[in-house]
């Protein structure tokens, strides 16, 4: 025992890190064992893969809840309790403060891959052994470079002695629920690639791909995704109401960092389905698989070394950067060589034409890569630029604009299209024809914004417009599954409900997309700003609505000084509410943060935020805006999500799934392509 | 139509694909690269106006004169030289005298207007553009205030 930590606390930390060694070694068996047996066909050695998975999962979550209890009492001898926490802070963010910090968050990291590790193990009995075997043999050799990165170079365990007095972390602004709960999504969402990254390994490995392999992969990537989508909204969010510019998205390389997966996830998942429903597409999808989790692996390093701001935040911890560079040139470099060599033994026994649902599932494929790739060219040009010292740049939004948005237009108008074209071969021309009334709908949408809405940019009327068109056809899609209007209402009602939760989650996903897009392109498009200085009883116009300043408060909240200001918001002279913007003040750390007050109706959000007072006479300077349809953008990514959730619940995934193989493929026969033929 | 032609459809849309992707690209670029200066670059006439860049450095002691309107005027110092700043709108939460900024703008006879002021999560860190172009003008004492990155912006 060190003299001068003689407290009952001493003991847990050194437990939780005894433990993460521990697990390391665990999880090498776990490598180890397995993948030998499997390449032996050696089973007793293959069985070792679920009890060691289990294992090492129980250690991990040992060890993460030693450092959790470290942040919940303020042991404030550990470095990063010191570094990040205080003991004046809410219990809720001295547990979020375990996973707020590079370490922690490392720590968590690797928690994930562990849990979804034991999820394999504990559900997975209807995969063949040999597969399962090498899933969990690659998931344990992904958290092994993950131990060691966290031992060598970023231990959460590291004491301070003599232990300060208290800590040094009270950032208010991250003290949030917002951003509590933001990196666990992303995290959960990152990781949950893993496991489609070691089925893709696992499969070239034991050189086949089958239905029942796209049956196991998909949940996975359906799940990963639907926690990414809802850790970028969240991360958005926070952006939004807590930066207090009104802004949501700022093609920062640190969001960036999070979208390039989600779009090569997206892609993925689609993909997915043509291996399940058509065995094709196997080694492209394979090939997608790779390219995603180790996009999420580069996406975490790049957030957490500090590389982004610039390369010589290298030279702050020189170690941290050069592991993680080769931890990804491993895994990546690794897993294509493997792709290059076993991938052509993958074979396709489905064929299709060019203008099929494969043909549309392939254009999403390839629009969906291209724009990843160029998000990742503009995120990573000033990295590359700095480095061969070509001066030190910032690529802004107008790039990511200009070359985002156009390729998705494109993209929006394929997906309604897609879903209504056969497997195999379809009529292009027939779908069109029976898409009449989206292309009605697209066109008085876009007519009635151009008539109505005064001063709209043609981008934010196209994205309009391209909403109304997404909708109605996912719409018409629907209606044309269940045979709505063509056989009795009754008739219809048991298609629906009988249509399977794949089909709804494909159904609500594009529906939830056409709110989001509608979100974007009203609150990029119309958005309104004032900003003034205003004296108690003047007021300002704005997207019809007018704000009137009462006037503003000093006051004391529990640990902060604030002011409040007061608007009285109307319109045409009717109250429509009141709004309290504050700004705060934490002496702690001299810190202000601004609190905007917003007000969503269904048509948009009102937005005020009261900032410094200007002159002595009660006169502030503040901020007005008017964010049209912004809140349907986090609505939309919502429904995104739980369209994945539903997606995820249906019957052929469950467990046992593939001997109900018969009756489920019967189900599918609801769908458009059979309802058709 | 054969296995051979319906590849060559595939791999039409994806050359098609990422020709407009390339266009797209090399227009932004030209448009959308901002270079990153210090005060003392402009002092030495090494930026011309018109020319959007990004300016960063310390808000000298003393200098920030709220005026009408939120409008605000500051200098930026990287201790050598010293840059005049005007700017409308709200300045972010961290934004103080003797602290580390990043403008973003246009110079205009010899006044940096700025139509962007970047605000940082943490108010020790510093961004590593204005350690460097502080170490440039050889004023750096080594206190560098936690600059490691991870303890700033740690949460996103």
């Given amino acids: 025992m060190i003299p001068g930590l003689g407290d009952a606390t001493f003991g847990i930390a050194e437990l939780g890190h005894f433990a993460l060694i521990l697990a390391m070694f665990v999880a090498v068996a776990q490598a180890v064992l397995p993948l ?16 060691t998975a289990i294992v090492q999962l129980l250690l991990i979550a040992f060890s993460f ?3 959790t209890y470290a942040f919940m009492i303020s042991d404030f001898s550990l470095a990063i309790v010191y570094q990040n926490s205080h003991s004046d802070k809410p219990m809720l963010y001295k547990i979020s403060g375990t996973w707020g910090n590079h370490e922690g968050s490392m720590l968590l990291w690797v928690l994930i891959v562990s849990i979804f590790g034991g999820a394999v193990a504990l559900f997975g009995s209807n995969l063949p052994p040999s597969l399962r075997a090498r899933v969990l043999g690659i998931q344990a050799l992904i958290a092994i470079g993950f131990y060691l990165f966290i031992l060598f170079t970023s231990n959460p365990f590291e004491r301070m002695i003599p232990p300060p007095l208290n800590g040094a972390g009270l950032n208010p602004l991250l003290q949030d629920p917002g951003l509590a709960f933001h990196p666990p999504m992303l995290y959960l969402g990152y990781v949950g690639f893993s496991m489609a990254f070691s089925f893709a ?13 796209g049956r196991w992969v998909r949940p996975w990537t359906l799940a990963a995704w639907a926690f990414l989508t809802c850790g970028i909204a969240l991360g958005s969010w926070w952006a939004y109401y807590e930066l207090g510019w009104g802004g949501w998205w700022f093609w920062d390389p640190v969001e960036n960092a999070s979208f390039i997966p989600w779009l090569t996830g997206t892609a993925l998942l689609h993909s997915a389905t043509m291996v399940e429903k058509r065995d094709t597409m196997k080694g492209w999808t394979i090939f997608l698989a ?10 975490t390093f790049l957030v957490r070394s500090g590389v982004l701001t610039s390369v010589h935040a290298f030279a702050t911890d020189p170690e941290r950067g050069v592991f993680i560079l080769f931890l ?34 392939l254009v999403n494929n390839l629009i969906m890569t291209t724009a990843a790739a160029a998000v990742l060219l503009g995120t990573l040009y000033p990295l590359f630029l700095d480095a061969i010292d070509g001066g030190k740049v910032s690529v802004g939004p107008p790039y990511f604009n200009t070359v985002f948005i156009p390729l998705m237009i494109p993209m929006i108008a394929a997906m309604a299209v897609g879903p209504m074209l056969g497997w195999k071969r379809a009529d292009l021309g027939q779908a069109l024809k029976r898409l009449w009334l989206a292309f009605i709908a697209t066109g008085v949408s876009a007519i009635a914004i151009w008539a109505f809405v005064a001063d709209g940019p043609v981008l934010g009327m196209v994205g309009l417009a391209m909403a109304a068109w997404l909708a109605v056809g996912t719409l018409v899609e629907l209606s044309e599954r269940i045979r709505l209007f063509r056989e009795p209402l009754s008739s219809s009602l048991t298609r629906i409900a009988r249509t399977t939760r794949a089909s709804w989650g494909m159904t609500l996903g594009h529906l939830g997309l056409a709110i989001a897009v509608a979100g974007m392109s009203g609150a990029g498009g119309w958005k309104q700003e004032a900003i003034q200085t205003m004296m108690p009883g003047e007021h300002v116009d704005l997207g019809g609505y007018t704000f009137t300043f009462e006037g503003a408060t000093e006051g004391q909240g529990p640990n902060y000084a604030l002011t409040r200001g007061t608007f009285v918001v109307t319109r045409d002279g009717e109250p429509v509410v009141t709004m309290y913007p504050e700004n705060r003040r934490y002496p702690v750390r001299s810190m202000p943060t601004t609190e905007a007050a917003i007000h969503t109706l269904f048509s948009g959000d009102l937005y005020a935020v009261i900032g410094d007072p200007d002159g002595s006479d009660g006169a502030y300077v503040t901020r007005i805006y008017w964010n049209p349809l912004v809140a349907w953008m986090w609505a939309g990514s919502l429904i995104m999500a739980a369209a994945a959730g539903i997606s995820l619940s249906d019957r052929r995934f469950r467990v046992g799934a593939p001997r109900r193989r018969k009756a489920a493929a019967e189900t599918d026969k609801t769908g458009p392509a059979a309802a058709k033929a | 139509m054969k296995r051979k032609h319906k590849r060559l459809t595939f791999v039409a849309i994806a050359g098609v694909l990422i020709a407009i992707a390339a266009t797209l690209i090399l227009t932004a670029f030209d448009e959308s690269i901002v270079f990153f200066r210090t005060p003392t670059d402009i002092t030495e006439k090494r930026v011309e106006d018109d020319q959007r860049i990004r300016l960063g450095g310390l808000v000298e002691e003393d200098s920030v004169e709220q005026g009408e309107d939120g409008v605000v005027n500051f200098r930026v110092t990287d201790t050598a030289n010293t840059v005049p700043v005007h700017f409308q709108g709200i300045l972010p939460d961290l934004f103080r005298e003797g602290q580390g900024v990043v403008a973003e703008g246009k110079l205009i006879k010899g006044v940096f207007m700025a139509d962007e002021v970047l605000a940082k999560h943490d108010e020790n860190y510093m961004p590593p553009e204005v350690a460097e172009a502080i170490k440039e003008a050889g004023q750096w004492h080594g206190d560098e205030p936690d600059s490691s990155p991870d303890s700033g912006e740690a949460s996103q």
């Fill in chain 1, 36 to 51: 030998t047996g499997a390449a032996r066909n050696h089973g007793p050695w293959m069985a070792f893969a679920r009890p």
């Fill in chain 1, 65 to 67: 809840g030693c450092l």
């Fill in chain 1, 201 to 213: 390994i696992a499969a070239l490995l034991e050189g086949r791909v089958d239905a029942a392999w």
């Fill in chain 1, 290 to 299: 790779i390219l995603t989790f180790s996009l999420s692996l580069l996406g």
């Fill in chain 1, 328 to 361: 990804l040139i491993i895994v990546t470099g690794g897993s294509l060589a493997l792709f290059a060599w076993r991938g052509p033994a993958m074979r396709n026994t489905g064929v299709f034409q060019p203008v099929s649902r494969e043909g549309a599932l």
